[in-house]
């Protein structure tokens, strides 16, 4: 993994709700050389608005640049950098771990467990754990898990709202 | 409501934007809508490349300040506009590009000529529509026209599939749209600019460097306003060239990588600079960390993502360069009288006096670039548009082609486009019939959208071609000789084509000149002809375009 220099930002969108909006918000990061660490695009209350949640990590100008280019995007209409204190930050991972034997098993239900996770999926030889939460508890699963041996890993990126 | 098919509504819609012309050309995806336009009023202008449509369309635009419109067919004809649309986008030009596309149930099935020209056209365009649905096309049309004018202007395209063309539905037309993601900030907030106007009261060397953004809001009555009231010099970019009259004695030209020696030289002893309508760009600072480094800065801009994003700004103020200058002079003239002269005035006619004739003009040869340049604009009215191609042609223009009236100087600055200029004067001249249209070109340039003679004599819109002639493409010949120990690769074009022969072959009036005499005879000779004329300038072919900051080097570095 490359090395991170700035600090990490998570920006929210309001965007339209229509085809294309990805496409022309991921084309602009490509276009100026963001490089994005996560984006996520889902509905909202309102159907014809999606929220589109973008972390990134950068120098302060460069995110500023960001949100800027992001503002200027017709179907974007609203953008906003989240506090961390200050909201919900959620990240959803799916973990399929290899299962060598049954104290494997057992040891991969508990911490399953502690770490409020749930077993999705049960194989003979491997199992498949959901975790939610914020990206540094799925990290610390992650390093947990990988003493089992981890196979496949599909992480949702962040989504998040502000409290209140 | 009325029923009526999607093409109706397309043209309709444009005639109730007031649109009276389209250049494009016809094929199989757009047929519906050529069928439509031959019972309606707008003009058609039928281009020999799609490209030149594009660039007339921007031409148009540019002269009058209304939106261009250009069209063309699905795959090809679509993907042939990319240049003129890029082009567009670069320099801020209001355009709408309608293409044909292959009917819906055949897109992503890699039909006869598809191109996925939305999926193309995303990064060089403001915005770009596809409607699914025929009745969605009215108020996709209001959308595109406020999108492409408002605020920073820019090109938008409208992809039609055929059977939304063909497709009957209930129309509405609205009025106005509600586009509740894009609304510029057209009034400065107050409290930057009596920020602004404090600094630049209390400047002792004020610098005004202004851009195309001026020209577009059409603020040159308040810049030089401004200018005047503050005895501070104006130089502009490139883009901006006209927005301040080049005769004015506050005037210093074009800044730059081919600036004047004055702008570059003065521009580094401003203490305080106020930049409206620019994005500073890479031509115009040369390496950026090396400039102005001491001024503090002001910028104005009504697209707040060009604040700050290649210089750091001291006061920023989003807003329309109009506007905010107006409200910058109300706010100074309260603060400061009009005098005579200052110190810097004074530093300001010094450095203009010691740079003088500081470039060598070849005093022995009558046919060198700067000279036909001068007698040129001696010639020409002050109102002629001129329209440059792009490399060393352009860059003589831009520093010996003297320019007092904005919008009479049109120029592809971003994308630097050969091929622009000669359509792009066509464009003007659809716009503006009334004054004569000058294209200063190369014989590089020219060549590659030549074929546009024909639409000029067929539409019978006549213009004037001054090729200045190397049989080279001049500028990269002149890196090579600069930075590459004048090893030529690839820029000996030799004397191909014969120019008078082609003019002459579309019907149009060729003169090849052999003095500054004969070349002052053709070019009053061409501007009472009723058909276009291409006056071939036959220049010295290893002629440098100086001063010259090298690329990448700051305004300091400057040669001559």
């Excluded at chain 2, 200029?421 to 659809?430: E, L, N």
Aim: glycine share 8%; aromatic share 6%.
């Amino acid at each position: 993994m490359e090395e991170k220099q700035g600090k990490n930002y998570i920006i929210s969108t309001i965007v339209e709700n229509k085809p294309g909006v990805l496409h022309r918000a991921s084309n602009m990061f490509r276009k100026r050389g963001f490089n994005i660490d996560s984006i996520s695009v889902g509905p909202t209350e309102h159907k014809d608005l999606a929220r589109m949640t973008i972390t990134i990590n950068g120098d302060e100008t460069t995110v500023e640049q960001l949100i800027k280019q992001l503002s200027k995007l017709v179907d974007v209409i609203k953008v906003s950098v989240l506090n961390p204190q200050n909201s919900v930050i959620r990240e959803l991972a799916l973990i399929k771990l290899h299962v060598a034997d049954a104290k494997a098993r057992s040891d991969i239900i508990n911490y399953a467990n502690i770490f409020r996770g749930r077993i999705v999926d049960v194989a003979p030889a491997s199992m498949t754990v959901e975790i939610t939460g914020t990206p540094d508890k799925i990290d610390a699963f992650l390093s947990l898990a990988s003493t089992f041996g981890i196979k496949e890993i599909a992480r949702t990126g962040i989504t998040a709202l502000v409290r209140g | 409501m009325v029923k009526m098919s999607g093409s109706h509504a397309l043209i309709e819609a444009l005639h109730k934007e007031k649109v009276d012309v389209i250049f494009g050309l016809p094929g199989g995806a757009i047929m519906p809508v050529y069928d439509v336009l031959l019972d309606s009023k707008i003009r058609h202008i039928l281009v020999r490349h799609e490209q030149s449509a594009a660039h007339m369309a921007d031409g148009y635009a540019r002269a009058s300040g209304k939106v261009g419109v250009c069209m063309a067919t699905s795959g090809p004809g679509a993907t042939n506009l990319v240049t003129g649309i890029a082009n567009a986008y670069m320099d801020s030009s209001p355009i709408i590009a309608i293409t044909g596309q292959v009917p819906r149930a055949m897109i992503g099935k890699d039909a006869f000529q598809e191109t996925d020209i939305i999926g193309i056209t995303t990064p060089i365009t403001k915005y770009n529509f596809q409607p699914r649905h025929a009745s969605e096309i009215p108020k996709t049309v209001k959308m595109a026209f406020q999108i492409a004018l408002m605020g920073r202007p820019g090109p938008v395209v409208i992809d039609l599939p055929k059977d939304v063309q063909m497709e009957v539905a209930d129309m509405v037309f609205p009025e106005k749209v509600e586009i509740r993601g894009y609304k510029p900030n057209i009034s400065p907030h107050p409290l930057q600019v009596e920020k602004a106007a404090e600094l630049l009261s209390k400047a002792e060397r004020p610098f005004i460097l202004a851009g195309g953004g001026v020209i577009i809001s059409n603020a040159s009555q308040y810049l030089q306003a401004l200018s005047e009231l503050l005895l501070a010099p104006v130089a502009t970019t490139f883009m901006g060239k006209g927005c301040f009259p080049e005769n004015h004695p506050l005037s210093l030209g074009v800044i730059g990588m081919h600036g004047t020696l004055e702008a570059n030289k003065s521009i580094l002893e401003a203490d305080v600079l106020l930049a409206v309508g620019t994005r500073f760009s890479d031509r115009s600072t040369g390496k950026i960390d090396e400039f102005c480094p001491d001024a503090k800065i002001i910028q104005i801009d009504i697209d707040p993502s060009e604040i700050g994003k290649n210089k750091a700004i001291d006061v920023p103020i989003v807003g329309d360069a109009n506007k905010t200058l107006f409200e910058l002079y109300n706010s100074l003239s309260k603060r400061l009288e009009k005098r005579e002269s200052s110190l810097w005035s004074k530093r300001i006619q010094q450095i203009k006096e010691e740079f003088k004739d500081k470039i060598k003009v070849d005093q022995e040869k009558d046919l060198v670039p700067q000279k036909v340049l001068k007698e040129l604009r001696e010639i020409l009215p002050v109102d002629t548009i001129v329209t440059t191609e792009v490399g060393q042609n352009q860059m003589w223009a831009s520093l010996y082609f003297k320019v007092y009236k904005p919008r009479t100087f049109i120029s592809s600055g971003g994308l630097g486009t050969m091929g622009f200029g000669f359509p792009a004067a066509i464009g003007v001249k659809v716009a503006r019939p009334d004054v004569p249209v000058v294209d200063i070109a190369g014989d590089g340039s020219f060549t590659m959208t030549a074929n546009s003679l024909a639409t000029s004599v067929a539409e019978n819109i006549p213009v004037t071609v001054v090729i200045l002639n190397n049989s080279m493409l001049g500028m990269v010949a002149q890196w090579q000789r600069l930075f590459y120990n004048r090893r030529y690769s690839a820029v000996e074009l030799g004397e191909y084509p014969n120019f008078v022969k082609l003019a002459e072959a579309f019907g149009a009036q060729g003169i090849r000149v052999g003095s500054i005499d004969e070349f002052k005879k053709a070019v009053k000779q061409a501007l009472i002809s009723d058909v276009t004329t291409v006056i071939d300038v036959p220049i010295p072919p290893e002629e440098n375009v100086f001063p010259m900051i090298p690329a990448g080097k700051g305004l300091r570095e400057i040669i001559y």
